[in-house]
């Protein structure tokens, strides 16, 4: 029974992983491949996001902030559009200097994420649909150069801790300037078997490495 399981799921795994491949992603451009990093020019896209603030744990923000998105995507929105799934679901620590001040008193309680995902690159500010949650945001992320390292296996804090530190000591140890913070993204469901997920750990820089 165990071994037809597996094969069930390696089946439902291969199956949505093609249909995956369908799904919009962020467009980028690999700039340079350093060992198991890749630098990645990322093109500009909108993206729909939402605060997560005194969680008790990242698998909880991470919940609650797909909650709110998907609400919004299959129509809490202006109109009740139906606004079709992008990926990855992406997730970063929030920073006490990017939140108003009632905000950023509640997270000195507890964790703060941030959650989103990008929307449909057919969407523009001016025509995209306007979410019925004011806690979620839709903003313009620029055009930016990415260092990327990619995983697969559980969404865990110990995966997350494990990578995102692999990536940090990898770019100190070549001198890469950092702009931004960690992000870690998701573009599998939860029933695509670990091995065959697609995780990564993304970290805004200056430049590559010469």
Do not use: C, H
Not at 1 to 9: D, H, I, N, P, R
Not at 30 to 45: H, N, W
Not at 86 to 114: H, I, M, N, Y
Not at 168 to 179: F, P, R, S, V, W
């Amino acid at each position: 029974m165990k071994s037809v399981l597996t094969q069930a799921l390696l089946v439902l795994g291969i199956t949505f992983s093609s249909f995956a491949l369908a799904i919009e992603k962020p467009e980028y451009e690999v700039i340079l491949v350093d060992g198991d990093i890749e630098y990645r020019r990322y093109e500009s896209f909108i993206v729909a996001e939402t605060n997560i603030v005194g969680a008790e744990s990242w698998k909880e923000a991470s919940n609650e902030g797909f909650r709110r998105l998907f609400d919004y995507i299959t129509g809490d929105n202006s109109g009740d559009q139906k606004i079709a799934m992008t990926a990855p679901v992406q997730q970063s620590k929030l920073q006490a200097e990017e939140l108003r001040f009632s905000q950023a008193e509640a997270l000195a309680d507890g964790a703060g994420w941030r959650v989103g995902f990008m929307l449909p690159s057919r969407y523009s500010m001016v025509d995209a649909p306007v979410p019925e949650d004011d806690r979620i945001e839709l903003r313009v992320v620029p055009e930016k150069l990415v260092a990327a390292i990619r995983y697969s296996g559980r969404w865990t804090t110990r995966n997350f801790d494990k990578y995102e530190s692999r990536l940090m000591t990898k770019l100190t140890a070549a001198n890469i300037e950092i702009l931004g913070v960690p992000e870690t993204a998701f573009y599998n469901p939860p029933f695509v078997p670990p091995f065959m997920r697609r995780n990564e750990i993304l970290i805004e820089v200056a430049s590559p490495p010469i």
